[in-house]
Nanobody, 126 residues
Framework: QVQLVESGGGLVQAGGSLRPSCAAS????????MGWFRQAPGKEREFVAA????????YYADSVKGRFTISRDNAKNTVYLQMSSLKPEDTAVYYC???????????????????WGQGTQVTVSS
């Protein structure tokens, strides 16, 4: 069993940056592919970014490519999402996710996620 706890969300102006983090406990994340999803009010949860077990492969949604960077520190059992050039449409609850069987070079699928965090709110004002 893996417990995931996000932190580092908040309110930022358009064009600003945030760096949410996801701390895992219970098991090492080095055996899991890790990702981030987000869900805006009234919308379905959508894939944002994913990282393979050792961080060697990453994949991003087109909407965040070039602005967001996923990284991980397996020694600290933590995953990060560096978000830059934020836009109001990035406003959502951001969820950390662990997928034990992700196939790289494609988006993670929410229905295949093994463990979810509780989410952290990111609000971008215009």
């Amino acid at each position: 069993q893996v417990q995931l706890v996000e932190s580092g969300g908040g309110l930022v102006q358009a064009g600003g940056s945030l760096r949410p983090s996801c701390a895992a406990s219970g098991r090492t994340i080095s055996n899991a592919h890790m990702g981030w999803f987000r869900q805006a009010p009234g919308k379905e949860r959508e894939f944002v970014a994913a990282s393979s077990r050792n961080g060697g492969s990453t994949y991003y949604a087109d909407s965040v490519k070039g602005r967001f960077t996923i990284s991980r520190d397996n020694a600290k059992n933590t995953v990060y999402l560096q978000m830059s050039s934020l836009k109001p449409e990035d406003t959502a609850v951001y969820y950390c996710a662990a997928d034990l069987a992700w196939t790289t070079a494609q988006p993670m699928r929410a229905t295949w996620i093994d463990y979810w965090g509780q989410g952290t709110q990111v609000t971008v004002s215009s």
